[in-house]
């Protein structure tokens, strides 16, 4: 039995949590390689990391979470305006909220204020994305 046919074909949230998690694995890991090891800004990396999870989200998402028949041509606008938003919405709260929230000392050990920024960021863009994508895209 494949995961298409355990869910019903209105769980869109949970098939849009499926392919983000498949989006969300490739971006962070991206993020955090271009972020630490290549040097990247915490813009550029952040940026090219969801330029990456993205690649194959539309296609993903067009086929498997909404089953949408929107034209390529249509939805790929629509797409790219909706990441983009909430790329710098989300991300842009992402670094308001670690850079606000106080970081008890045992905490540094494990995370820079800028990794809790991508993940908070993260969580941001998963909601207002879904939201974009439901709503104005598929």
Same mark, same amino acid.
Request: charged share 5%; with cysteine; hydrophobic share 55%.
């Given at each position: 039995?494949?995961?298409?046919?355990?869910?019903?074909?209105?769980?869109?949230?949970?098939?849009?949590?499926?392919?983000?998690?498949?989006?969300?694995?490739?971006?962070?890991?991206?993020?955090?390689?271009?972020?630490?090891? $290549?040097?990247?800004?915490?813009?550029? $990396?952040?940026? $090219? &990391?969801?330029?990456?999870?993205?690649?194959?989200?539309?296609?993903?998402?067009?086929?498997?979470?909404?089953?949408?028949?929107?034209?390529?041509? $249509?939805?790929?606008?629509?797409?790219?305006?909706?990441?983009?938003?909430?790329?710098?919405?989300?991300?842009?709260?992402?670094?308001?909220?670690?850079?606000?929230?106080?970081?008890? &000392?045992?905490?540094?050990?494990?995370?820079?204020?800028?990794?809790?920024?991508?993940?908070?960021?993260? &969580?941001?863009?998963?909601?207002?994305?879904?939201?974009?994508?439901?709503?104005?895209?598929?």
């Amino acid at each position: 039995m494949s995961t298409a046919n355990i869910l019903k074909p209105t769980d869109t949230f949970l098939r849009f949590l499926l392919v983000g998690i498949i989006n969300t694995v490739i971006g962070l890991s991206s993020m955090f390689l271009l972020l630490n090891f $290549a040097g990247f800004s915490y813009w550029l $990396a952040t940026f $090219a &990391g969801n330029s990456i999870g993205a690649g194959t989200s539309f296609f993903m998402n067009r086929a498997f979470t909404f089953k949408s028949h929107i034209s390529i041509g $249509a939805g790929i606008p629509k797409f790219i305006a909706v990441i983009l938003m909430c790329y710098v919405i989300s991300y842009s709260l992402g670094g308001l909220a670690a850079n606000t929230l106080p970081l008890p &000392g045992w905490a540094a050990v494990f995370i820079t204020k800028e990794e809790l920024a991508v993940f908070l960021g993260t &969580g941001f863009y998963t909601i207002s994305n879904y939201l974009g994508q439901k709503l104005f895209v598929f």
